[in-house]
């Protein structure tokens, strides 16, 4: 059975798919979060970087999700410093531990590292975020494929980049919908 820990397991997206990951009966699933823990899921502070990097590590899963984040516009403004801990500095451990372990990541970013004046956007379209929290889901974006970029063996890491358009949220009353543009890099991991 593959092993995929998923971080934000608590929150709007990380809820839904654990639901999923657990119920298909595939999959090995740790869900972690910080706050609002509730059954298997495990209390992991994603500030904390040596709290972050053993819990992957110990776990060693074979797929990282990665939805935690702060995606309160209003809320990194006011908190920035804290903000950018999570969606950049966490985002790179993340993705550095991906490496080490050897596993698949999936970041999701979001439509706000765009400017808004021509979309709809597609893979390569340039990156002009207007807000904070634009800002701070590119630089994880950037922080991914730099942690990533650099991994050497043969075993192989991928990043998937999912950018998630916030309407989706509000059209859907169960499961997010992910029906954005993605980019996927290769790079082999550091096992």
Not at 36 to 42: A, H, L, N, P, S
Not at 112 to 135: M, Q, S, V
Request: with cysteine; proline share 5%; glycine share 6%.
């Amino acid at each position: 059975m593959r092993k995929v820990f998923v971080t934000g397991a608590s929150g709007l997206l990380g809820r839904p798919v654990v639901r999923e990951l657990q119920q298909s009966g595939s999959w090995d699933v740790l869900p972690v979060a910080f706050s609002r823990i509730k059954g298997d899921t495990r209390r992991v502070n994603l500030w904390n970087e040596a709290e972050t990097r053993q819990a992957i590590s110990q776990f060693k899963p074979d797929f990282i999700i990665h939805c935690a984040a702060e995606r309160r516009p209003d809320h990194v403004e006011e908190a920035f410093e804290k903000a950018e801990k999570l969606n950049v500095d966490a985002t790179r451990i993340i993705a550095e531990e991906a490496g080490k372990v050897g596993a698949w990541m999936i970041y999701i970013s979001s439509d706000y590292i765009f400017d808004g004046t021509l979309p709809p956007y597609k893979e390569d379209a340039a990156a002009n975020p207007l807000n904070a929290y634009g800002k701070t889901k590119l630089e994880g974006e950037k922080a991914v494929q730099q942690s990533l970029s650099g991994c050497l063996s043969s075993t192989g890491s991928w990043s998937i980049w999912k950018r998630v358009p916030s309407r989706a949220w509000r059209a859907s009353s169960s499961t997010p919908s992910i029906a954005a543009s993605s980019r996927t890099t290769r790079s082999a991991s550091r096992r």
